[in-house]
């Protein structure tokens, strides 16, 4: 295949680029000088569009920018490298000097990622990326690219048995055949036949038959998403990333033949649950990404609509920002908040989904619905993004169980279109009303007696709390409380609480989206955070505090209590400042209305407030990956 895409034309071993956009340019010339892209400015564009759903850029210095247009002659692959390397965005914070630029035309739906298939298998050899940075003339570059590495390497007998594989990564392309190639390469020096299952965005290919499976040895299952576990009952299973299995494939091959038997239903034998690092942790962390990943086009299409319509169309009112009835940007804002209606609902739908699969997703977008909806329990808000996690687990592993009953032959069909979803509905909305929706609602009155009592005393501590309740769910009941409260005392002619607050609104989504791109050189955020950040920050630049919400949900015990801190610093500042606010808003776009009496010391209570959030989520988060390093460490001197 690389013979018919490849020629030494379309190499370039000497880039004079020096940032992204200059690669695809000079890339781009490549092909258009060979005849393989008839509109070189169409195809950047087609390239960036690519880009922006996420880094090509990976570890080891390779970057693979790519792209379907209809500015492609011809499939072709062009191969540049560069001597000094450039900024990249790669995942491990290092400069990139190998890039493959796959053109794929606009109807080959699956040729990208097959090309991407054949390049892993040729990343992975050990030392094919040495050689091809040396290679001094484009034909040496071209015979290490289309060299059939695997047949001229002495292979060994798979006589010692049968492994099977089981990648996949969230976007579902390099990472996942990377992987599948590195378990293929350890299992053929180790002796083994091998098979490895692809989930990739093409699908999954290559499904192990259940003869198959009967006669592994081991199972390796090394993915970053949802995969089925079951079918593997009985097997010796090693769970893990999908990154492990590109360096360390050999390893996991050893732990994996180690391993006990794997019990099945998403759990494991009381020995696998002590001696398997990927348990139930792992499973819990799986689910709420999936819930996570399906959330984020939500947040990111309602935040920037509603940012767009109030940034161009709001004007400043007593009651907060408002667009003027029968304007355009009235119906835009009105489509954004629907993205934000349904982003708390998808989030637990697809938690569920992910446990217990399609017959939990209705249950969990209507528990979803009915947690974010205090009037199901008579509250004055919902329970926002921690009550969607809430909702999402206790239904997903209530249908899991409803569903795991032995029926008869004559309701079995029953079970996942109406048995499972109608009593997994039922349970979680009498969950939130009798149990959960009381609690809240005692609880958001206290907080209102609270802030009430406070109102009069040191205006530091009303600060701390303010801010604290801000920043701890986002747009959820504690922030709407503290939120409610400051613009009733508007009203009274007390505007110095709203403009604490209002300094303190835009801190979470503004400081995490610093600390991602920050912390992603310190491979403490993944690429996906990153592309996350872009939208936070033009959300916290209006005021959405709701844009920290995608960081809050994928890791709440490192978010939550950086939001915490930095927005109650921004509000006490805000308190010592002396500042006042007349607009039922926050953020920077309320400085530009001027709403603050203080528009400069507005935006520095802002500024401290939101480097101290991405500080303390990087400590964080550096403290936690030090931890884990050092267990594994421990674990690896133990074995």
Not at 141 to 156: H, I
Not at 423 to 445: K, R, W, Y
Not at 604 to 612: E, R, Y
Request: aromatic content about 8%; overall charge negative.
């Amino acid at each position: 295949m690389m013979k018919e895409i490849l020629n030494a034309q379309l190499i370039k071993l000497d880039l004079a680029a020096t940032d992204k956009d200059a690669v695809f340019n000079e890339l781009a010339d490549v092909l258009v000088h060979a005849g393989k892209v008839s509109d070189k400015q169409q195809f950047v564009k087609d390239v960036w569009a690519r880009e922006e759903t996420g880094n090509t850029g990976f570890e080891d210095g390779i970057a693979l920018p790519h792209a379907k247009s209809a500015a492609v002659a011809s499939p072709a692959i062009a191969v540049g490298i560069s001597k000094q390397g450039i900024e990249y965005g790669a995942e491990d914070g290092q400069p990139s000097n190998i890039f493959f630029m796959i053109a794929s035309p606009e109807k080959a739906s699956n040729f990208h990622v097959e090309v991407l298939a054949k390049l892993s298998s040729k990343i992975v050899e050990p030392t094919f990326l040495e050689n091809l940075r040396n290679a001094t003339s484009n034909e040496e570059a071209l015979a290490l690219l289309v060299a059939d590495d695997k047949a001229s390497q002495p292979t060994v007998a798979a006589t010692k048995g049968f492994i099977i594989g089981v990648t996949g990564c969230p976007v579902g392309v390099a990472h996942t055949y990377l992987a599948a190639e590195g378990i293929e390469n350890a299992a053929a020096e180790m002796g083994y036949e091998c098979k490895v299952e692809t989930n990739g965005s093409v699908g999954v290919k290559n499904i192990p038959t259940e003869e198959e499976i009967a006669r592994a040895d081991a199972i390796v299952v090394a993915c970053d998403k949802q995969v089925d576990l079951n079918r593997f009952k009985g097997k010796r299973v090693i769970i893990t990333g999908v990154k492990k299995a590109i360096k360390d494939a050999d390893k996991l091959i050893e732990q994996a033949l180690a391993a006990p038997l794997y019990a099945g239903d998403g759990k494991s034998t009381e020995s696998q649950a002590t001696s398997n690092p990927g348990g139930s942790g792992k499973d819990l962390y799986k689910y709420l990404m999936n819930g996570v990943s399906h959330m984020i086009p939500f947040v990111v299409v309602g935040g920037i609509l509603i940012a767009i319509s109030l940034a161009i169309g709001g004007e400043p009112t007593p009651g907060g920002l408002a667009i003027p009835q029968g304007s355009l940007w009235n119906k835009i804002l009105d489509v954004g908040v629907v993205g934000f209606t349904l982003m708390i609902p998808v989030l637990a739908g697809y938690i569920a989904y992910a446990i217990a699969d399609r017959p939990g997703l209705a249950p969990g977008l209507i528990g979803g619905w009915i947690a974010n909806n205090g009037s199901f329990y008579d509250a004055d808000a919902g329970t926002g993004f921690i009550g969607a996690i809430i909702a999402g687990l206790l239904v997903g592993y209530f249908v899991k169980w409803v569903v795991s009953f032995n029926y008869s032959k004559m309701i079995q069909p029953l079970v996942p279109i109406m048995i499972a979803p109608i009593t997994g509905s039922l349970f979680i909305a009498a969950v939130f009303i009798f149990i959960i929706g009381a609690p809240i609602a005692g609880i958001m009155e206290t907080m209102n007696n609270v802030l009430a009592n406070l109102s009069t005393g040191n205006v530091i501590i009303i600060g701390l709390v303010i801010g604290l309740m801000q920043g701890f769910d986002m747009g959820g009941p504690f922030g709407k409380v503290a939120f409610l409260f400051s613009v009733g005392l508007i009203a009274e002619g007390q505007t110095q609480f709203m403009g604490a607050q209002a300094a303190a609104i835009p801190v979470a989504p503004l400081g995490m989206a610093l600390a991602a791109f920050l912390g992603s050189r310190l491979k403490l955020f993944e690429r996906e955070e990153v592309e996350n950040a872009k939208a936070a920050t033009a959300m916290g630049l209006v005021g959405i505090s709701e844009g920290a919400i995608p960081f809050a949900a994928r890791d709440p015990f490192a978010v939550i209590p950086a939001n915490m801190i930095g927005t109650a610093v921004a509000c006490v500042l805000g308190f010592t400042f002396g500042l006042t606010c007349n607009v039922a808003h926050g953020g920077p776009i309320v400085v530009l209305l001027g709403a603050f009496n203080k528009p400069v010391l507005a935006l520095l209570a802002m500024a401290i407030g939101v480097v101290t959030t991405a500080v303390v989520a990087i400590t964080l988060k550096k403290i936690r990956l030090n931890k884990a390093q050092k267990d594994q460490a421990a674990q690896l001197a133990l074995s």
